[in-house]
């Protein structure tokens, strides 16, 4: 028969540790050791029973854990009555049992070692035949440390008969009593900073590290599908795997990433979408120059603060702690090698890279973080930064190659073909081959310009401005849109300087005579020597010869030829009143940018003005000179090739400079040597008919010529503004008169 009774508090601390009802001894017999206790209609708790003279009478002692797991009150109405296991009708005994723990306390932090092993043993001698149930909350004192709080998580029986025997499947049950023999497993809980050991530690419930809602179709990214495999092996393929078998392997996380490459090429875009993929807390994202202040040792806190939420977290759960990302965009404004920086600002920067490079990996080493760096400008970082342990993993974002173009364009051009806004005529692949060394950027870009080219179409410009409604539901944007912004709105940085060289190549290239011809074949060579060979990354020709040979001209033409996605042409030009130091900067900027293509070619144009080369003293800049040298012999990168091609005017002063020596090849570019070279030069222009060309080859048949190309195309010039009865003598005179022509009689 049930007895109506009353619940009450556990009469001690000690009894409260026991994890059984408190009874008086009077209210039931020795031999009943578990109690049936009823709440109302349905709602049954089976609890061990202790014996304790000092609780009252027909009132039964829980402690606060078990009262509110039973949402038990205090003096509350409960039916209890005697329960006995030997009364079921199955006769099962638990086999084994998987318990959650934590700390009882949960604001307890301690990196204090707790052996499972240990554990289950005293926790059976504890506890064995203790009623328990899956969901039941349980108190442990373990060898005198914290006190740990406990959960039956799950609990595996089989039939009392087959105890013992082999091959007996356990099933999953609700409800049993804890034996001596049983396995006991400990799971710690989720977010717990409780340093579990032991090989009776169960599988932790661990948050994976990838988003599970994430799509890497979706990413967004194109044309980086190989860097972004290789961040993920570096960075994330360790966190992956459980703790325990990262400690087994000794292995170190990962801390740092530093994404470098030119603008545009997405390095921001990657280190967004790394954020996303992860399943961690949300980047913090800070751009450089955010982190200065004005103030004494601000700049210092500022970063302290970015890793603040992360020590706080390791402190509390230890190698559990989730992942802190923090991004830092322009990364070389605040990380310039220490020692570079001039002035009263330079000492903040060095002290802003020592605080950073302490955080990362300092005497207190944090394993939750990842910084990612990004940057334009490698080469400013200071080294310390980029050594193993801390801004270890370094990806190069570079230009996209032709399928990665493509890539990118089907990604931008995709909600365009969703809602039918862009008509068939345009091929992405086409378009893929048309724009060598764009950055992911230019291509968008490049999009817009076509969008803007198809809505202008649209755009009626009379008294004021307006748009067809009924046309604007047919806008469709055209392959003559896309051709239109290739033209005239969008130019890659890392491109061809075409302009330039058709301004170069104004007047075409006369091929007056063999040396000419030499000069191009040769150059032909030259060029597919880079483009083909397994073996060579690198050729620089000099194109020499006298002043007005039309070395320029010849060697804009060699670059053309070539047709490398990358040329640049470096002038005298465009250093006027420049510095050694700025000078040696541009040049180098220069050579550092054609090492972002896979094929580049530079035009170093009148190299002697370059080195302020002056006949009279003589003098030339030796920074400049020395700059150029090691230019010109520095192998690219890997996997990139280089073309150079140098004009002169001044072989000696290149020889006594031992500039020869770093060309691949040097070709002589003369100057016309006879009448024939004129009478071509000549047949090339419009400006004389056949009958004059005639004449002038009789006047000069038997004499020297020594001109150039440009000097006589000069001529031909001022010819055609002179009267055609006196076309011919004026030429020939000139031609004389300029010393192109040993003394001729004109009559």
Same mark, same amino acid.
């Given at each position: 028969?049930?007895?109506?009774?009353?619940?009450?508090?556990?009469?001690?601390?000690?009894?409260?540790?026991?994890? #059984?009802?408190?009874?008086?001894?009077?209210?039931? *017999?020795?031999?009943?050791?578990?109690?049936?206790?009823?709440?109302?209609?349905?709602?049954?708790?089976?609890? *061990?029973?202790?014996?304790?003279?000092?609780?009252?009478?027909?009132? !039964?002692?829980?402690?606060?854990?078990?009262?509110?797991?039973?949402?038990?009150?205090?003096?509350?109405?409960l039916d209890v009555k005697p329960f006995r296991f030997?009364?079921?009708?199955?006769?099962?005994?638990?086999?084994?049992?998987?318990?959650? &723990?934590?700390?009882?306390?949960?604001?307890?932090?301690?990196?204090?070692?707790?052996?499972?092993?240990?554990?289950?043993?005293?926790?059976?001698?504890?506890?064995?035949?203790?009623?328990?149930? +899956?969901?039941? %909350?349980?108190?442990?004192?373990?060898?005198?440390?914290?006190?740990?709080?406990?959960?039956?998580? *799950?609990?595996?029986?089989?039939?009392?008969?087959?105890?013992?025997?082999?091959?007996?499947? %356990?099933?999953?049950?609700?409800?049993? #009593?804890?034996?001596?023999?049983?396995?006991?497993?400990?799971?710690?809980?989720?977010?717990?900073?409780?340093?579990?050991?032991?090989?009776?530690?169960?599988? &932790?419930?661990?948050?994976?590290?990838?988003?599970?809602?994430?799509?890497?179709?979706?990413?967004? !990214?194109?044309?980086?599908?190989?860097?972004?495999?290789?961040?993920?092996?570096?960075?994330?393929?360790? =966190?992956?795997?459980?703790?325990?078998?990262?400690?087994?392997?000794?292995?170190?996380?990962?801390?740092?990433?530093?994404?470098?490459?030119?603008?545009?090429?997405?390095?921001?875009?990657?280190?967004?979408?790394?954020?996303?993929?992860?399943?961690?807390?949300?980047?913090?994202?800070?751009?450089?120059?955010?982190?200065?202040?004005?103030?004494?040792?601000?700049?210092?806190?500022?970063?302290?603060?970015?890793?603040?939420?992360?020590?706080?977290?390791?402190? #509390?759960?230890?190698?559990?702690?989730?992942?802190?990302?923090?991004?830092?965009?322009?990364?070389?404004?605040? $990380?310039?090698?220490?020692?570079?920086?001039?002035?009263?600002?330079?000492?903040?920067?060095?002290? +802003?890279?020592?605080?950073?490079?302490?955080?990362?990996?300092?005497?207190?080493?944090?394993?939750?973080?990842?910084?990612?760096?990004m940057t334009n400008r490698k080469d400013m970082i200071?080294?310390?930064?980029?050594?193993?342990?801390?801004?270890?993993?370094?990806?190069? !974002?570079?230009?996209?190659?032709?399928?990665? #173009?493509?890539?990118?364009?089907?990604?931008?051009?995709?909600?365009?073909?969703?809602?039918?806004?862009?008509?068939?005529?345009?091929?992405?692949?086409?378009?893929?081959?048309?724009?060598?060394?764009?950055?992911?950027?230019?291509?968008?870009?490049?999009?817009?310009?076509?969008?803007?080219?198809?809505?202008?179409?649209?755009?009626?410009?009379?008294?004021?401005?307006?748009?067809?409604?009924?046309?604007?539901?047919?806008?469709?944007? $055209? =392959?003559?849109?896309?051709?239109?912004?290739?033209?005239?709105?969008?130019?890659?940085?890392?491109?061809?300087?075409?302009?330039?060289?058709?301004?170069?190549?104004?007047?075409?290239?006369?091929?007056?005579?063999?040396?000419?011809?030499?000069?191009?074949?040769?150059?032909?060579?030259?060029?597919?020597?880079?483009?083909?060979?397994?073996?060579?990354?690198?050729?620089?020709?000099?194109?020499?010869?006298?002043?007005?040979?039309?070395?320029?001209?010849?060697?804009?033409?060699?670059?053309?030829?070539?047709?490398?996605?990358?040329?640049?042409?470096?002038?005298?030009?465009?250093?006027?009143?420049?510095?050694?130091?700025?000078?040696c900067l541009q040049i180098r900027k220069i050579f550092?940018?054609?090492?972002?293509?896979?094929?580049?070619?530079?035009?170093?144009?009148?190299?002697?003005?370059?080195?302020? @080369?002056?006949?009279?003293?003589?003098?030339?800049?030796?920074?400049?000179?020395?700059?150029?040298?090691?230019?010109?012999?520095?192998?690219?990168?890997?996997?990139?090739?280089?073309?150079?091609?140098?004009?002169? *005017?001044?072989?000696? &002063?290149?020889?006594?400079?031992?500039?020869?020596?770093?060309?691949?090849?040097?070709?002589?570019?003369?100057?016309?040597?006879?009448?024939?070279?004129?009478?071509?030069?000549?047949?090339?222009?419009?400006?004389?008919?056949?009958?004059?060309?005639?004449?002038? @080859?009789?006047?000069?048949?038997?004499?020297?010529?020594?001109?150039?190309?440009?000097?006589?195309?000069?001529?031909?010039?001022?010819?055609?503004?002179?009267?055609?009865?006196?076309?011919?003598?004026?030429?020939?005179?000139?031609?004389?008169?300029?010393?192109?022509?040993?003394?001729?009689?004109?009559?």
């Open positions: 028969m049930a007895k109506r009774m009353k619940a009450g508090k556990c009469p001690t601390d000690e009894l409260s540790l026991k994890n #059984r009802a408190i009874c008086n001894p009077v209210d039931f *017999s020795e031999d009943v050791q578990y109690i049936d206790v009823s709440t109302g209609p349905g709602q049954h708790f089976v609890f *061990s029973v202790e014996f304790c003279p000092e609780i009252p009478r027909l009132c !039964i002692g829980f402690s606060l854990l078990q009262r509110k797991w039973a949402t038990l009150s205090i003096n509350q109405d030997e009364e079921m009708r199955t006769s099962e005994v638990i086999a084994s049992i998987t318990i959650e &723990v934590d700390f009882l306390q949960k604001k307890t932090i301690t990196q204090e070692p707790y052996d499972s092993d240990q554990m289950a043993k005293e926790f059976l001698m504890q506890f064995a035949g203790l009623a328990v149930t +899956v969901g039941q %909350p349980l108190v442990f004192s373990f060898q005198d440390k914290k006190l740990l709080g406990l959960c039956i998580k *799950s609990i595996d029986a089989i039939d009392a008969s087959q105890y013992g025997q082999a091959n007996v499947e %356990p099933k999953k049950t609700n409800f049993g #009593r804890l034996l001596g023999n049983s396995v006991v497993c400990f799971e710690k809980a989720e977010g717990s900073s409780l340093n579990l050991t032991g090989k009776a530690k169960g599988k &932790v419930v661990r948050q994976s590290i990838i988003n599970p809602d994430w799509d890497f179709g979706k990413m967004g !990214i194109g044309g980086l599908d190989n860097e972004f495999n290789a961040i993920f092996r570096r960075a994330f393929a360790s =966190r992956v795997f459980p703790p325990e078998i990262i400690e087994q392997l000794g292995v170190k996380h990962v801390k740092g990433i530093l994404l470098y490459g030119p603008p545009g090429t997405g390095k921001t875009l990657m280190a967004r979408q790394i954020g996303k993929m992860l399943n961690a807390r949300e980047p913090k994202i800070v751009n450089g120059p955010q982190i200065l202040d004005k103030y004494v040792g601000e700049s210092e806190a500022n970063v302290r603060r970015l890793f603040a939420d992360a020590e706080e977290e390791e402190k #509390r759960l230890g190698p559990n702690s989730g992942l802190h990302i923090i991004i830092f965009d322009e990364i070389d404004a605040i $990380c310039k090698a220490r020692g570079s920086v001039a002035g009263a600002g330079g000492g903040v920067h060095d002290t +802003v890279v020592n605080q950073l490079l302490a955080k990362i990996d300092g005497v207190e080493q944090l394993n939750n973080i990842l910084v990612i760096g200071d080294e310390a930064l980029m050594r193993p342990g801390r801004l270890e993993v370094q990806m190069e !974002i570079s230009l996209p190659n032709e399928a990665g #173009r493509k890539q990118i364009l089907d990604i931008h051009l995709s909600r365009m073909r969703e809602f039918k806004k862009i008509n068939p005529d345009v091929d992405t692949a086409e378009l893929a081959a048309m724009t060598k060394n764009f950055s992911g950027a230019e291509l968008e870009g490049l999009i817009r310009a076509a969008q803007s080219t198809a809505m202008n179409r649209l755009i009626k410009a009379t008294s004021k401005v307006e748009v067809d409604p009924a046309a604007m539901e047919k806008l469709l944007v $055209c =392959r003559a849109d896309f051709l239109h912004a290739l033209e005239n709105d969008i130019k890659p940085a890392f491109g061809t300087a075409a302009e330039l060289l058709d301004h170069f190549l104004a007047r075409g290239i006369i091929n007056w005579g063999a040396p000419v011809s030499h000069v191009l074949e040769d150059g032909g060579l030259y060029i597919e020597q880079v483009r083909s060979s397994a073996d060579c990354d690198l050729v620089s020709i000099l194109l020499e010869g006298p002043p007005n040979a039309g070395k320029t001209a010849l060697a804009a033409r060699l670059a053309q030829m070539s047709d490398f996605p990358f040329v640049k042409i470096c002038s005298p030009e465009d250093m006027v009143a420049f510095t050694e130091s700025a000078k550092d940018d054609a090492s972002r293509s896979t094929l580049s070619c530079i035009l170093v144009d009148n190299i002697e003005r370059l080195l302020d @080369y002056g006949p009279i003293g003589p003098r030339y800049s030796n920074l400049s000179l020395q700059a150029l040298l090691v230019l010109l012999k520095k192998q690219p990168p890997k996997g990139k090739k280089l073309l150079i091609i140098c004009t002169s *005017s001044r072989r000696q &002063v290149l020889e006594d400079m031992e500039m020869l020596s770093a060309f691949t090849s040097v070709l002589h570019v003369p100057n016309l040597s006879t009448p024939e070279h004129i009478v071509a030069t000549l047949e090339h222009s419009d400006t004389f008919t056949k009958q004059e060309i005639q004449t002038i @080859y009789k006047k000069l048949h038997g004499h020297k010529v020594f001109i150039g190309i440009k000097k006589l195309l000069a001529l031909i010039d001022m010819a055609k503004q002179t009267d055609p009865s006196q076309r011919v003598i004026k030429f020939i005179s000139k031609l004389e008169e300029e010393g192109g022509l040993d003394p001729v009689s004109v009559q």
